[in-house]
């Protein structure tokens, strides 16, 4: 351990090659993993668990009850809490492997931040985080998925524009563009003929941004995906 002489180290469990900044203060019965950065004017309480390689940004508290696993990432003032309405009842924040807290970010007690998950500056956590998710606002919201990628057209005319089926850069996925019939009493558009016979026709819809639905494959399946909205 590497203590930086005006910080107040007073925990006996700390990894190798852990690096404690100026003006820092650790109490005892801090658990600190090896090769972590705890930054300056920092303070973490008795019970706090950090795991290792963890980064923790200067001006970040962390109170009993908080847990961060290896390789999390605390940007700079992010806010932790560890009790409610209920100030006798302490629930415990739990950041697991990989994820990544931006500066100024709030998060709520009894919160669960899923793997390599993203919280953008100033976000505030109110509900569990699935894993991979990225959020950011206030209440936080999923916005994407670490190492998601869109496909988009390289060019406008690779749009279609006509109505039938088109090509993708997908393999094995076709872009339907479906007729649109314009009337003064709004739009109407026909999904026929299909390409393959439909068994079953189901939406999904007013799905909070903290679940996540899905999560599974077929091992033979034809869809036909319509965005109704947005």
Partial sequence: MNAHPTAIVEAACIGPGTRIDAFAH???????GAECRIG???FLECGVIVGDRVVVERGVQLWEGVTLE???FVGPNATFTN???SQA?????????????GANATLLPGVVVGERAVVGAGAVVTRDIPPHAIVAGNPARIIGY???????PTAASEIPTQPGAHPSCVAGVTIHRLPLVRDLRGLLTVIEPLPFEAKRC?????????????EHAHRTLHQFL???HG
């Fill in 26 to 32: 650790v109490l005892s019965g801090v658990r600190i």
């Fill in 40 to 42: 300056g004017h920092t």
């Fill in 70 to 72: 290896d390789d999390v």
């Fill in 83 to 85: 009790r409610g309405f």
């Fill in 89 to 101: 009842v302490l629930e415990r924040t739990l950041v697991k492997a990989g994820a990544s807290i």
């Fill in 146 to 152: 670490v190492g998601a990628k869109r496909v988009v």
């Fill in 202 to 214: 189901f939406m999904v819809f007013d799905v909070p941004s903290r679940d996540v639905r899905g």
């Fill in 226 to 228: 319509i965005c109704v």
